[in-house]
């Protein structure tokens, strides 16, 4: 009998923890909502499903990318290759880190209008006042909607942020597009700024023209329509971004972000690396979360939380019915 016990004793800890990294699992605690949001759900998974332990360590993109190449952060929920190009790229063609795959294909930036000024809105009693703008083509003819407080007889465009990459791209637009005579560059001085230009006109249900981007609360929480312009191509893109007179505009590149992990950790840890690369999620699904958290003042593990409660039949994809049971346990009521 006593042998049994002392067996049971001994294989005890083996048997313990599904994790197959014994030290915290390291994330990239990059230095914006979105990032903090997956690493919320990704670390809740890892460390009620797998039973590992999780960690994360603060800090901006480049110096974030370079940990993980150099191995002292295990896991990047949200690669910008076009942002990190230099850095990323030498850390692959040095196998340093690996691709796991696409956390969401589908990060926008555009022009935006309210959909209740081309579809208007019966319970909020607004008729649409710009019932035919699909593209930037057609905002010659609704000027007067957008209307410029300050300067008469243009329309207001709020810019990107001044000083942001961004807004020289706008500005370039603006120029090829032909509508610096209808249009005053108006650009906010912080994103703030921009989000409550945005916010206000439409919790009034006036006329706003503004671009923004995705993922982000403001795409979450109000009803935008994005404008049509011409086709992004690489020739007439590189052209602008480098001369703010190219005579041709096209829309921005819509880009696919990246689950990015260093490479000796993914090789010690194949069942959380199948487990990443399942990982997936949309724009859409993002701006939700932030919005959420936005709303209900709350933090991201508090959205990942909700985001578990509310979508079950997507993270379940990504991890098997044992380490599915386990995970929706442990979600709050």
């Known amino acids: 009998m006593r042998f049994l016990v002392l067996i049971f004793v001994l294989i005890l800890p083996s048997v313990a923890s599904a994790c197959e990294v014994s030290r915290p699992i390291v994330f990239a605690g990059l230095d914006w909502e979105s990032a903090a949001f997956h690493n919320a759900v990704a670390r809740f998974i890892l460390e009620n499903g797998y039973e590992c332990k999780t960690d994360a360590i603060p800090g901006s993109t480049i110096p974030m990318m370079q940990g993980v190449a150099q191995g002292d952060i295990d896991v990047a929920m949200e690669v910008w290759k076009d942002n990190v190009t230099n850095v990323w790229q030498r850390a692959l063609e040095h196998g340093k880190v690996k691709e796991l795959g696409v956390n969401f294909p589908d990060a926008e930036q555009g022009w935006y209008v309210p959909r209740y000024l081309v579809e208007g809105d019966l319970e909020r009693n607004i008729k649409p006042l710009a019932p035919g703008l699909k593209s930037v083509t057609d905002l010659p003819t609704y000027k007067d909607v957008f209307s410029d407080p300050e300067e008469k007889g243009k329309g207001r465009f709020y810019n990107c942020v001044a000083g942001w990459n961004c807004e020289v791209i706008n500005s370039a637009k603006l120029k090829a597009y032909g509508l610096s005579d209808y249009y005053t560059n108006f650009r906010?001085?912080?994103?703030?700024?921009?989000?409550?230009?945005?916010?206000?006109?439409?919790?009034?249900?006036?006329?706003?023209?503004?671009?923004?981007?995705?993922?982000?609360?403001?795409?979450?929480?109000?009803?935008?329509?994005?404008?049509?312009?011409?086709?992004?191509n690489q020739t007439d893109w590189d052209g602008l971004s480098a001369d703010p007179e190219y005579p041709r505009a096209v829309a921005y590149p819509v880009v696919s972000v990246w689950i990015g992990v260093n490479t000796k950790f993914a090789n010690n840890a194949p069942d959380l690396i199948k487990f990443?690369?399942?990982?997936?999620?949309?724009?859409?699904?993002?701006?939700e979360a932030l919005s959420y958290m936005r709303e209900h003042n709350v933090e991201a593990e508090d959205a990942a939380r909700h985001f578990l409660s509310m979508y079950p039949k997507v993270w379940k994809s990504w991890v098997d019915e044992t380490i599915a049971t386990r995970v929706q346990a442990a979600i709050p009521p």
């Open 276 to 287: 990443l690369t399942a990982y997936a999620t949309s724009a859409a699904l993002v701006n």
């Open 188 to 232: 906010p001085g912080t994103g703030a700024a921009l989000a409550a230009a945005i916010g206000g006109a439409y919790l009034r249900g006036e006329p706003i023209l503004a671009y923004y981007w995705t993922p982000t609360w403001v795409l979450g929480k109000y009803d935008l329509i994005q404008l049509n312009e011409p086709p992004w």
